[in-house]
């Protein structure tokens, strides 16, 4: 095959996620029940199973690559928690102001055979606050005879209510259709008085890491707030701190300051925060707390970072607070769990004290170098000419795989396209991934490396 485009490598199967795409974001929001899930896989179609048949399942996914009609979007999908009934209303709240904060547009669902409730109409002022353009579908509508029951919705304000059926499809590519000509007017409008010139930074980890000590550790008096753009909401606000002299764009630093430990689904949405300020930066500053056993939560929120393609940067916080047994296991830990980045730098540091908190910056600067980085194209084969040579691909079925070209496709993260004569085996790739890393640095960032294979 001509274009035969291989990816089934340990660094292919992370590229969906790899190369920030300027696509707009709709968010599917509105109370637990009304069909949201299933609206969210008959959008993806079979590429996503999202609906879990196990009440109070935390996915673990938050945002999903979705197509309608030839535009590719970002579908925000909230509805992946069960609200107890004490916690019900801050819980709701909660979500739709994430939902709306990480969205260009929304999609409010409501559900047609239970018709209009106090908690929509709640929902609804709130959405109306932010500012974002609102579609709003009237579900549970299977037949054509239901179709009166949308009618009584026009009462929430929001303009034309869409009766759709998730579980049967019916009338949802008329809401797509809709909910896409928002996003695309809202693409025009929405964003933050962010100052361009400034690198992004996203400060992320588990709740008691450090982030907030950081940040004051690092801030001192030199910070400034910057407001969304409408001015509508309180959130997210960045700021900008100077670290070494340099001025640096932190993204939703009110998220990192504001505990949700109390609301129903927290962990759910400090998840769906940590991903929003994610996918705003550039560079994720990962934080780890050293004195204590790194967990399954930790190491999510670095492959978030990671599979979302920016540059990191590993803290070790509390390292004031490490006797000598703490700081073997996390030697031990650093082999075993942080195989995946063996790339990336590593500060050791206390936001208390301050103690190696001047080692920052050098270190981001050296990430982000990385991720900018573009190999030319003659400099990057006459390289790969040389690692071929001292290590030609394995024979298969009495054939060998040959390189014939390769090019750096974009950057940003890193991104390499290789044309070769066949199938490369995955330790290959592995090889390959080394040499690069080896010849050109690229520390601090991911690298993704696709095969095109040519007869
Ligand atoms: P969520 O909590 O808003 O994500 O709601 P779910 O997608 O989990 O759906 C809640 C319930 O409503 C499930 O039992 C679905 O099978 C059902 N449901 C969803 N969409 C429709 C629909 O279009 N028609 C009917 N009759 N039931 C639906
Ligand atoms: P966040 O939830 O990630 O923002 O974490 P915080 O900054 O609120 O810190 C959580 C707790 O860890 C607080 O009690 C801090 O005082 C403590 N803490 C933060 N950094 C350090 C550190 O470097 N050393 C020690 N010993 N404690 C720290």
Do not use: C
Not at 176 to 196: C, I, R, V, W
Not at 216 to 225: D, G, I, K
Request: proline content about 4%.
């Amino acid at each position: 095959g001509d274009e035969a485009l291989i990816d089934g490598s340990a660094f292919d199967d992370r590229s969906e996620t790899y190369t920030p795409k300027a696509v707009g974001v709709l968010a599917i929001v509105g109370r637990p029940n009304v069909g949201k899930s299933t609206l969210v896989n008959r959008v993806l179609g079979r590429r996503a199973a999202v609906v879990e048949d196990t009440p109070g399942v935390t996915r673990d996914r938050v945002s999903y690559d979705a197509e309608w009609a030839g535009t590719d979007f970002k579908l925000v999908d909230t509805g992946g928690w069960e609200a107890d009934v004490e916690g019900i209303d801050s819980a709701i709240a909660s979500q739709a102001q994430i939902a709306v904060q990480l969205a260009d547009a929304v999609v409010l669902v409501v559900d047609g055979q239970v018709g209009m409730t106090a908690t929509d109409e709640r929902i609804v002022k709130m959405l109306r606050a932010s500012g974002k353009p609102v579609t709003l579908a009237v579900n549970k509508v299977d037949d054509r005879e239901s179709e009166y029951m949308a009618a009584e919705f026009w009462k929430l304000g929001l303009g034309e209510p869409y009766p759709i059926s998730a579980m049967h499809g019916r009338g949802v590519g008329d809401l797509l259709d809709a909910a896409l000509d928002n996003l695309k007017k809202a693409e025009k409008t929405s964003g933050f008085l962010t100052p361009s010139h400034l690198r992004r930074v996203a400060l992320v980890g588990r709740p008691n890491v450090g982030k907030s000590s950081l940040l004051n550790q690092l801030a001192h008096e030199q910070r400034a707030v910057v407001h969304d753009m409408a001015g509508t909401t309180r959130d997210p606000v960045d700021e900008i701190v100077n670290v070494d002299g340099e001025d640096w764009l932190f993204i939703d630093t009110a998220g990192i300051k504001r505990r949700l430990h109390k609301v129903s689904g927290a962990d759910y949405y400090s998840s769906l925060r940590t991903q929003a300020a994610i996918e705003r930066a550039e560079l994720a500053l990962v934080l780890f707390d050293a004195s204590q056993p790194i967990s399954d939560q930790d190491l999510k929120v670095m492959s978030q970072a990671v599979d979302a393609g920016r540059a990191i940067v590993l803290v070790f916080n509390k390292w004031d607070a490490m006797d000598e047994f703490d700081k073997q296991r996390l030697e031990r830990l650093w082999i075993t769990e942080f195989d995946r980045v063996t790339w990336a730098q590593r500060v050791n540091l206390s936001a208390k004290t301050g103690w190696h908190t001047n080692r920052l910056a050098s270190a981001m600067r050296k990430a982000l170098e990385s991720w900018d980085q573009r190999v030319p194209t003659g400099k990057l084969n006459a390289f790969l000419g040389r690692v071929q040579a001292a290590h030609p691909h394995p024979l298969r079925g009495g054939k060998q795989p040959r390189i014939l070209f390769a090019t750096q496709a974009s950057n940003r993260p890193p991104r390499f396209v290789i044309f070769a004569t066949g199938f490369l085996e995955h330790g290959y790739r592995r090889y390959l991934e080394r040499s690069l890393r080896e010849e050109f640095g690229f520390e601090g960032t991911p690298i993704q490396i696709s095969v095109n294979i040519r007869e």
